[in-house]
């Protein structure tokens, strides 16, 4: 991009600023992405000053607002997509039920995804034998049901946030680990790694510049599901008392107590699914962009302008 | 399981979508969940029971639900005191088991000592602790039972036996044989149960041929089936789906409380626990969380129950005064501030978390330092039954079930200081129930009234809250009408057809 | 070839023997079934004697040696509550869920890997945009919305379909439509990203260079080195049928093994527990020992 013609020393200043404003242009360039980024700020702003603003908004009970219908301003602002059970307005809720929803969410896929893809690597780079001992290990843990396992940490250790990330990472690490595995196995054997390892590359160079890019695209799209699968399965979790308790709230505890009403008073369960399933979205969405983004040979579907497929 | 069957269910012609029986006598039972058994002895399980009760199996004596004329013959004709611990009971004659043999006294006496036996685990005999009964065959069609101490109400249990033939081994038993109405002529677990009537039944034939009874966990569901006309009843669904007029609610017989532990402080003082009672605003929650029809608790049994008295105030919603009770106490250097951990049984009731959470925001509103824990059925267990956790104050929200027509099916367990579920060890309240136990007539019912005042207003016992309403939905097709038992029991007897 | 199969049981049954130990000891620190088998105010006795009949009072080895002595004979004890042999119990609802995950898996594959590569095909089009959209909104919905929801428009309103259970094909739709969308979602994106790469990549574009015009030879070469990914997530997917749908199962009444096996832990059953937890498990193994022998057939450097 001729910064090799400016002085050194204002270079990394100028180049940070040039790349923060590419990537901004190619964000731009997809307008779908531009609105994930978006979405997904908001998000982080609820998380992060919902609790402190809304707390006692959300979790002041009113049985004459219970399950107030959405789209009407009569009880105010936050009560336009309509109220709970307990006549607590949904929106507020849904805002402060933000941190805690990413807060686990957030720690639980990227345990996961560390450990599962760190034993993937090992499992698909390193000897037959620890390979093997690896995948049997995933295994044992897929046939581990997920719920025996919160059952017993619930007992044998106590019930805790903590705790509930635990149990939700162990269940998913197989994932990752498989597909990690399944992957480097592929690309190994591609020429390009191949020369690599003729050329005498180290082992982890051969890893962190050759295999790592490769596989990522995949290990990201599988976390950003993974999400969803997180926030709703914590729910089902809560139901043993392993977590979040009420009256703190998640997203996905907020789904599940709406289920019953679900015939009748839709908006209990829909809004913070909804809010799960634009979170969701909005990080797969915003990952396929960074997978173009990344990949020199297909950087130039947006730096050329998104016209033709935004 | 064979394959072949699977491959039937799967490529099963679309017609057999509605049954060709349809026109005739059969009904379709949409319960919440599958038996484990269909074992007579078990029927005191309400999942059991539903199916056995009345309809499998009978029992020599039953609790009139519809009329309340009380204690009604079934098997036996006719019983009396013969002296003050023996109780003679004439059995009916002409009555025929589904497996043909004959019933006479020999099969009381192997019922009765099948279910106390120590080979099974049958749920019954846990009516009967503390009691040494011993049946005596006189002839083919009498038999005493002997109580020691003394039963008045010994006709009132035996309405939990059902009573199987005399070669009914000691284990548990998967094909019910019973001298009911009906026998079980299909049980393809996961799916169904379907009962058939009996052409040699000896009283009269029930307008209903032939019933059917499926699973459903989720109670929406099962107000769709009825709905779509896949099932004709649903005798449980939940109050937000009850909208149409096929629904109609009916109290249940179950009473909702908080347990109070009265050994640690700050809930040993009485003031607190009336604070407790005073917070919260139990008006607030009938027609909005809980069901319009909820009834405010003054008694751990419902109204229908003997001795239940009226004459006992609710505790009022006064915040005010809850707030100056508890300044009260603190003055007196009472730890009110103390974390009281609330615990609550998740799905124990529909609306449970709503209302627990509910009560957690009423009780810190006056000041209370309370912390909701909802938990599973197994960790509940350990906090609701002896021996208790006692490393801080603990509130343990409950339900009670008694539809059977009398306190001592309650009290002993829920207040005596022996009791597996009793908070209080208060020395009246034992000789209260002892001598209510031993008492028959008017003065029994005497002695529970005095009992019911004194634990509410003197002792203070526990935060009583609702008596529950439950919901049925019932098709156009049946004519039925759920009654206090419909939660124990389901006589299909009891069902008509249009 | 051979080796490797008889290498896989060995290590496969090795894991299995971890399973059982770790299931066993620790499903026994979570509670007294007496206790929630019997009703509340049961007796201390009555709970003792039930804890006999079940042979739970003795020592903990003691119960694993019998446990283990039995199930060498193939015996895998008694369900607490059902007072039946927990591997009928287990037996009879897995094969339920096995017909539901095996139609489920091969429609989901099959309209995966054409729906991804049609939209790796054309990336950033509308099809590629609005597939991607639709499968991520049914990936991440709850399951039980789309279940109740699909029950109260079908089987309600519309009547063309059984509310739940089961009997006719008809009955089969619902549920499989519930469990069908969450693993297309997934795989499908997989299968995308899988064969956007291997279009990239040197071979095809050497392919193209050279004239290969022809779509389906393109296709299928490119689909052949996008398989190994997308082999392992639908293997994954597939597992998780295998271990039961359990809302699915709850909501429709199908008998299968999920609920069995959510039953059986909040009651402490364990000899169902185990039961069913060896029976999927062997279940999962012998897939993942397909999957392993479809890794290798399609690449073959693989089994080097």
């Known amino acids: 991009m001729g910064s090799s013609v400016l002085p050194t020393n204002t270079r990394p200043a100028m180049q940070a600023r040039a790349g923060l404003r590419t990537v901004l242009r190619m964000l731009w360039a997809d307008k779908l992405a531009c609105a994930a980024a978006v979405f997904l700020l908001i998000v982080l702003l609820c998380a992060i000053l919902g609790p402190l603003t809304l707390n006692e908004l959300a979790s002041g009970t009113n049985l004459r607002a219970r399950n107030a219908p959405p789209f009407s301003l009569e009880r105010g602002v936050f009560f336009i997509l309509g109220g709970d059970a307990l006549g607590r307005p949904l929106l507020a809720r849904i805002i402060v039920a933000a941190q805690n929803t990413m807060a686990i969410a957030?720690?639980?896929?990227?345990?996961?995804?560390?450990?599962?893809?760190?034993?993937?690597?090992?499992?698909?780079?390193?000897?037959?034998?620890?390979?093997?001992?690896?995948?049997?290990?995933?295994?044992?843990?897929?046939?581990?049901p997920s719920l025996l396992?919160?059952?017993?940490?619930?007992?044998?250790?106590?019930?805790?946030?903590?705790?509930?990330?635990?149990?939700?990472?162990?269940?998913?690490?197989?994932?990752?680990?498989?597909?990690?595995?399944?992957?480097?196995?592929?690309?190994?054997?591609?020429?390009?790694?191949?020369?690599?390892?003729?050329?005498?590359?180290?082992?982890?160079?051969?890893?962190?510049?050759?295999?790592?890019?490769?596989?990522?695209?995949?290990?990201?799209?599988?976390?950003?599901?993974?999400?969803?699968?997180?926030?709703?399965?914590?729910?089902?979790?809560?139901?043993?008392?392993?977590?979040?308790?009420?009256?703190?709230?998640?997203?996905?505890?907020?789904?599940?107590?709406?289920?019953?009403?679900?015939?009748?008073?839709?908006?209990?369960?829909?809004?913070?699914?909804?809010?799960?399933?634009?979170?969701?979205?909005?990080?797969?969405?915003?990952?396929?962009?960074?997978?173009?983004?990344?990949?020199?040979?297909?950087?130039?579907?947006?730096?050329?302008?998104?016209?033709?497929?935004? | 399981m064979s394959r072949s069957m699977l491959l039937g269910s799967l490529f099963a012609a679309a017609g057999a979508l509605t049954p060709a029986f349809a026109q005739d006598a059969s009904v379709t039972v949409v319960l919440a969940e599958e038996p484990d058994l269909v074992e007579p002895c078990m029927a005191t399980r309400s999942n059991i029971g539903r199916?056995?009760?009345?309809?499998?199996?009978?029992?020599?004596?039953?609790?009139?639900?519809?009329?309340?004329?009380?204690?009604?013959?079934?098997?036996?004709?006719?019983?009396?005191?013969?002296?003050?611990?023996?109780?003679?009971?004439?059995?009916?004659?002409?009555?025929?088991?589904?497996?043909?043999?004959?019933?006479d006294a020999?099969?009381?006496?192997?019922?009765?000592?099948?279910?106390?036996?120590?080979?099974?685990?049958?749920?019954?005999?846990?009516?009967?602790?503390?009691?040494?009964?011993?049946?005596?065959?006189?002839?083919?069609?009498?038999?005493?039972?002997?109580?020691?101490?003394?039963?008045?109400?010994?006709?009132?249990?035996?309405?939990?036996?059902?009573?199987?033939?005399?070669?009914?081994?000691?284990?548990f038993t998967r094909e019910p044989v019973g001298t009911g109405p009906y026998v079980m002529t299909d049980w393809t677990p996961g799916q169904s149960i379907t009962l058939e009537r009996r052409g040699d039944y000896w009283g009269e034939q029930p307008e209903v041929a032939r019933a059917t009874y499926v699973f459903r966990a989720d109670p929406s569901v099962r107000a769709a089936m009825v709905a779509a006309?896949?099932?004709?009843?649903?005798?449980?669904?939940?109050?937000?789906?009850?909208?149409?007029?096929?629904?109609?609610?009916?109290?249940?017989?179950?009473?909702?409380?908080?347990?109070?532990?009265?050994?640690?402080?700050?809930?040993?003082?009485?003031?607190?626990?009336?604070?407790?009672?005073?917070?919260?605003?139990?008006?607030?929650?009938?027609?909005?969380?809980?069901?319009?029809?909820t009834e405010i608790a003054v008694a751990i049994v419902p109204p229908t129950t003997l001795g239940w008295n009226g004459d006992i105030e609710p505790w009022g919603y006064d915040p005010e005064r809850a707030k100056a009770l508890l300044a009260e106490a603190k003055a007196d250097g009472v730890p009110v501030d103390a974390e009281i951990l609330l615990v609550g049984r998740t799905a124990n009731f529909p609306g449970a978390t709503e209302t627990f959470e509910a009560i957690q925001s009423m009780l810190s509103e006056v000041g209370f330092n309370v912390r909701l824990q909802m938990v599973e059925v197994a960790e509940h267990e350990q906090y609701y039954s002896k021996p208790y956790v006692q490393t801080q104050p603990i509130l343990v929200g409950a339900q009670h079930d008694n539809s059977r027509g009398d306190p001592v099916f309650s009290m002993y367990f829920k207040y005596h200081s022996e009791g597996r579920q009793s908070g209080i060890a208060d020395a009246r309240v034992d000789e209260l129930i002892e001598a209510a136990t031993a008492a028959t007539g008017e003065k029994r019912e005497a002695l529970w009234r005095e009992l019911f005042a004194y634990l509410h207003d003197e002792v203070i016992a526990d935060v009583l809250l609702f008596h529950m309403v439950g919901h049925a939905r019932v098709g156009e097709r049946v004519d039925f009408t759920p009654t206090i038992a419909t939660n124990s029991q389901l006589q299909l007897a009891e069902i008509g057809l249009k | 070839m051979k080796s490797m199969l008889g290498k896989r049981a060995l290590s496969s049954f090795?894991?299995?023997?971890?399973?059982?130990?770790?299931?066993?000891?620790?499903?026994?620190?979570?509670?007294?079934?007496?206790?929630?088998?019997?009703?509340?105010?049961?007796?201390?006795?009555?709970?003792?004697?039930?804890?006999?009949?079940?042979?739970?009072?003795?020592?903990?080895?003691?119960?694993?040696?019998?446990?283990?002595?039995?199930?060498?004979?193939?015996?895998?004890?008694?369900?607490?509550?059902?007072?039946?042999?927990?591997?009928?119990?287990?037996?009879?609802?897995?094969?339920?869920?096995?017909?539901?995950?095996l139609v489920t898996m091969a429609l989901v594959a099959v309209a995966a890997i054409v729906v991804g590569s049609i939209a790796a095909f054309h990336v950033g089009r509308p099809f590629d945009r609005f597939a991607s959209v639709l499968s991520l909104i049914g990936a991440s919905a709850p399951d039980f919305w789309v279940a109740i929801v699909g029950i109260v428009i079908f089987a309600v309103n519309l009547g063309w379909l059984p509310t739940s259970g089961t009997g006719t094909v008809w009955h089969w739709i619902l549920p499989i439509a519930v469990l069908f969308i969450r693993p297309f979602g997934l795989i499908l994106q997989v299968v995308r990203g899988a064969?956007?790469?291997?279009?990239?990549?040197?071979?095809?574009?050497?392919?193209?260079?050279?004239?290969?015009?022809?779509?389906?030879?393109?296709?299928?070469?490119?689909?052949?080195?996008?398989?190994?990914?997308?082999?392992?997530?639908?293997?994954?997917?597939?597992?998780?049928?295998?271990?039961?749908?359990?809302?699915?199962?709850?909501?429709?009444?199908?008998?299968?093994?999920?609920?069995?096996?959510?039953?059986?832990?909040?009651?402490?059953?364990?000899?169902?527990?185990?039961?069913?937890?060896?029976?999927?498990?062997?279940?999962?193994?012998?897939?993942?020992?397909?999957?392993?022998?479809?890794?290798?057939?399609?690449?073959?450097?693989?089994?080097?």
Not at chain 2, 113 to 119: I, K, L, N, V, Y
Not at chain 2, 124 to 151: K, L, N, W
């Open chain 1, 106 to 144: 957030a720690s639980a896929v990227i345990a996961s995804l560390l450990v599962g893809a760190t034993l993937g690597l090992i499992a698909g780079y390193a000897g037959r034998w620890l390979g093997e001992v690896i995948m049997r290990l995933a295994d044992v843990i897929m046939s581990f």
């Open chain 1, 149 to 310: 396992l919160a059952v017993i940490v619930l007992y044998v250790l106590a019930p805790s946030i903590a705790n509930l990330v635990l149990v939700l990472a162990i269940t998913r690490v197989p994932i990752y680990l498989r597909t990690t595995r399944a992957e480097v196995l592929e690309v190994r054997e591609r020429m390009f790694v191949q020369a690599a390892t003729v050329m005498g590359a180290s082992n982890r160079r051969i890893i962190f510049r050759h295999i790592l890019p490769v596989i990522l695209p995949t290990l990201l799209t599988i976390a950003t599901l993974d999400f969803a699968f997180v926030m709703l399965a914590e729910s089902a979790l809560s139901f043993l008392g392993i977590g979040i308790q009420p009256p703190e709230i998640t997203w996905g505890l907020m789904v599940s107590q709406g289920r019953q009403y679900l015939t009748n008073a839709w908006w209990l369960a829909f809004w913070p699914g909804l809010a799960i399933i634009l979170t969701t979205m909005s990080l797969n969405l915003l990952s396929s962009w960074m997978r173009v983004a990344l990949n020199p040979t297909q950087r130039w579907r947006l730096e050329v302008g998104g016209r033709k497929h935004g």
């Open chain 2, 51 to 103: 199916i056995v009760l009345g309809n499998i199996s009978e029992t020599l004596t039953e609790l009139d639900v519809r009329g309340g004329e009380g204690l009604k013959p079934r098997l036996a004709e006719s019983w009396e005191l013969v002296d003050d611990g023996t109780w003679r009971f004439h059995l009916r004659q002409g009555v025929t088991f589904s497996d043909g043999s004959a019933f």
């Open chain 2, 106 to 171: 020999e099969d009381v006496k192997h019922s009765f000592e099948r279910a106390g036996s120590d080979q099974i685990t049958c749920e019954i005999s846990r009516y009967y602790e503390g009691i040494e009964i011993t049946p005596t065959v006189v002839d083919a069609h009498t038999i005493d039972f002997t109580a020691e101490p003394a039963q008045p109400i010994l006709p009132l249990l035996l309405s939990l036996l059902t009573i199987v033939p005399s070669e009914t081994p000691i284990e």
């Open chain 2, 229 to 293: 006309g896949e099932a004709d009843i649903a005798p449980s669904i939940s109050a937000i789906d009850a909208t149409t007029d096929m629904d109609v609610a009916y109290p249940n017989s179950e009473t909702t409380y908080l347990r109070i532990d009265h050994s640690v402080p700050p809930l040993n003082d009485k003031r607190v626990r009336e604070a407790l009672n005073l917070a919260i605003d139990r008006d607030a929650f009938i027609g909005t969380v809980l069901a319009a029809g």
């Open chain 3, 14 to 101: 090795v894991s299995l023997f971890v399973l059982i130990v770790l299931v066993f000891f620790l499903s026994r620190l979570t509670g007294d079934p007496a206790a929630l088998y019997l009703p509340v105010d049961a007796s201390e006795e009555m709970r003792h004697n039930f804890r006999e009949i079940h042979g739970l009072n003795d020592p903990l080895m003691v119960q694993f040696g019998r446990y283990m002595a039995d199930l060498a004979r193939l015996d895998f004890g008694d369900s607490l509550r059902k007072a039946r042999p927990a591997l009928d119990v287990v037996l009879e609802a897995f094969i339920w869920t096995l017909w539901l995950a």
């Open chain 3, 195 to 304: 064969m956007i790469t291997a279009l990239g990549s040197a071979y095809v574009k050497t392919a193209r260079a050279k004239g290969v015009r022809n779509r389906p030879i393109i296709f299928v070469h490119t689909l052949r080195n996008a398989m190994l990914p997308v082999i392992t997530v639908i293997g994954d997917q597939a597992a998780a049928l295998l271990n039961g749908a359990v809302v699915v199962e709850t909501i429709f009444g199908f008998p299968g093994v999920g609920k069995l096996m959510i039953d059986s832990i909040l009651q402490r059953d364990f000899n169902v527990i185990l039961a069913s937890i060896m029976v999927t498990a062997i279940a999962i193994f012998i897939m993942n020992i397909l999957i392993d022998i479809a890794y290798a057939l399609l690449d073959p450097r693989i089994r080097a």
